[in-house]
């Protein structure tokens, strides 16, 4: 998730990129970068200082040639290669005439980058982008015009990406298109824009435009033209913009948890891509262990606090359930003070959506410490576990703003169902078939989100009947339980509501008790195994009054007939649904909060990272 931002035909393309792109830092800032072309030349200037990059950029800048009328702008967020200058944005051909900007992931890079360095390319980063500035460059090396010789490239390039390019020898033209990453074009009389979110260039354009999936733009100061990849002339979609700033940056939407809610198909996909090698193999560039030693692990140890806790529970199942292999989870805050046994092939993975949880970091440097290898799995590039850790496996969620975790809460799951799958390839415990079926189940997740956030009216409307209660129990089994516990933290994070998650085993082991009228009882009942078993303790909380709203599967004949209200999601694979069955609870909680007055983005005495004990 990165911000991309082009100028052409302004006298102030410099203060404009600068602008945009302190605008676009929520989408990213690892690393930021400008391009200016002019006069058969371009300068370049990138920096990578973390959260200040934006502002060392602007140093960085201070001898810019003030002339050239046309700019590219990027902030980073790092995927391939570490988030230093120079991986940074933007990225040149070999004569350092073409400019290139992505957002996205180009997943066949590696053997482009072998192609191309096979006929004498030569790389200066080790980022996926820059092969499509080589790619280019050969294009243009055969006299074919810019927007032509993109789309030329695009069609060997497979993956996600917003991508702009120029080139100094022809400096009043911008060309650029879009695969999955959003883009936007504005106008404005004798200047064109280009922009990954409107922010960055609200208050310059007077009309913007959106350019869908493969959609070329061709951008010059008198305006723009498009076509798609095929070639065919397309007309955008004009866009009806009448936000202020504010609600420019969260995208139209009313706050940030709605518009990250809202994203979590994308950011399913996004850690989806780049995962299968051409053999078939789910792959990690990160993952700095060999698969020798993954072979000889005989217990994992999944160390997290929160939201990241739940999704290592989610882990735990899958596990073991392919990879056959002894998994504990432990809260991060208590690792360390059990004195914990660390035998030979313990391998600890430690969870953190900023990377920077200070009681995950100290839990896995007491494993280290005790002789294990640390594998960390978070959404920030070179974050503090990241950087300790013996590997990595990044999460794509993005940037997320809101405190209450969402988005990167579908992508954990989803990285760490991918990393037991690698495991379970490398150990063999599970065959070519069955990697290739489930694979098929992981790749449809993104669709099923999407099909639930379409239903969300009709979770809303369930919300409004339920405002008058203040009691709240989420039940579930297997992977159902692991929801509950989920449901259960966005309800109480939220809208400061009594809510606790339980295993449907344990209702009878004391929360019974607490069973009476007013209490609402939330029931995952979309596993197929469990159903019989989960329905069984709905019928004994409606026999002490309570009011139950399931979470039930589209397949699901029996639950309705037993709950008072039934939140719809669509039917899959257990192992992959906890993606899935998440997403009423987050709008039910979303909605329940709203209509309580609650701000759900800034919930009280919470903070979106801990960082002291």
Not at 274 to 292: A, H, M, P, T, W
Not at 478 to 484: E, N, P, R, V, Y
Not at 522 to 551: Q, W
Not at 559 to 571: G, H, I, M, N, Y
Request: one cysteine or more; hydrophobic letters at 45%.
């Amino acid at each position: 998730m990165c911000g991309i931002i082009g100028v052409v035909g302004s006298s102030d393309t410099l203060k404009i990129l600068l602008e945009g792109l302190s605008r676009l830092e929520y989408r990213g800032y690892d690393s930021a970068g400008v391009a200016l072309a002019g006069a058969g030349e371009t300068w370049r200037a990138r920096t990578a200082d973390g959260t200040e990059s934006v502002a060392a950029l602007v140093e960085a800048c201070r001898e810019a040639p003030a002339h050239y009328r046309a700019g590219l702008g990027h902030t980073r967020w790092a995927t391939h290669g570490a988030p230093e200058a120079v991986n940074a944005h933007p990225h040149f051909d070999c004569s350092g005439t073409v400019a290139l900007i992505h957002n996205g992931i180009i997943e066949n890079h590696r053997e482009l980058r072998e192609e191309l360095e096979s006929r004498g390319h030569q790389f200066t980063s080790v980022t996926d982008s820059e092969v499509v500035a080589h790619l280019v460059e050969e294009l243009r090396h055969e006299s074919y015009e810019l927007a032509e010789a993109l789309r030329r490239a695009l069609e060997r390039v497979r993956g996600a990406f917003a991508i702009a390019v120029m080139d100094a020898t022809e400096p009043d033209v911008i060309v650029a298109a879009r695969r999955i990453s959003p883009l936007v074009v504005g106008t404005a009389p004798g200047v064109t824009y280009l922009a990954s979110d409107v922010p960055a260039i609200l208050d310059r354009a007077t009309h913007f435009y959106a350019v869908d999936d493969d959609e070329i733009v061709r951008l010059s100061p008198e305006g723009f033209s498009a076509r798609g990849l095929d070639g065919s002339p397309v007309r955008l979609r004009q866009l009806a913009i009448d936000w202020d700033l504010e609600t420019a940056e969260k995208s139209g939407y009313d706050d940030f948890m709605t518009k990250e809610i809202e994203e979590q198909p994308q950011a399913v996909a996004q850690t989806l891509l780049d995962r299968r090698d051409g053999e078939g193999r789910i792959v990690f560039d990160e993952l700095r262990i060999s698969d020798e030693e993954l072979r000889d692990v005989r217990r994992v140890v999944l160390v997290a606090a929160g939201t990241s806790l739940h999704a290592a529970h989610v882990a735990k199942y899958a596990i073991e359930r392919w990879a056959r292999v002894s998994v504990d989870v432990d809260i991060a805050s208590e690792y360390r003070y059990r004195d914990p046994v660390v035998e030979i092939g313990t391998l600890v993975i430690g969870v953190s959506q900023s990377g920077e949880t200070i009681d995950t970091i100290q839990a896995m440097r007491e494993a280290q410490r005790r002789g294990a290898r640390v594998v960390a799995v978070t959404n920030i590039v070179d974050s503090s576990i990241a950087r300790e850790a013996d590997a990595v496996v990044y999460t794509r969620a993005g940037l997320e703003v809101s405190v209450a975790s969402t988005k990167a809460y579908v992508a954990q799951v989803c990285a760490l169902e991918l990393f037991a799958l690698r495991l379970a390839q490398i150990r063999g415990t599970l065959d070519a078939p069955e990697i290739e079926r489930v694979w098929g189940e992981l790749l449809v997740v993104p669709e099923r989100i999407a099909t639930a956030l379409a239903r969300r009216d009709s979770y809303a409307s369930v919300a409004a009947q339920l405002l008058d209660a203040t009691t709240y129990f989420y039940l579930g089994r297997h992977l159902g339980f692991t929801t509950a516990l989920e449901g259960a933290l966005k309800l109480k994070e939220i809208s400061y509501l009594h809510a606790e998650g339980y295993a449907g085993g344990e209702l009878k082991h004391g929360p019974l008790a607490l069973i009476e009228p007013g209490v609402v009882v939330v029931a995952i009942t979309t596993d197929p195994a469990m159903r019989e078993k989960i329905l069984s303790n709905v019928a004994e909380v409606k026999a002490r009054g309570a009011s139950v709203v399931a979470v039930a599967s589209d397949d699901d004949e029996t639950t309705e007939a037993v709950a008072d209200f039934v939140l719809r999601v669509p039917s899959g694979d257990p192992m992959t649904s906890p993606m899935v069955d998440i997403v009423p609870l987050q709008l039910l909680a979303y909605s329940l909060a709203r209509g309580m007055g609650r701000n759900v983005d800034r919930p009280r005495n919470l903070a979106k990272t801990v960082t002291v004990e």
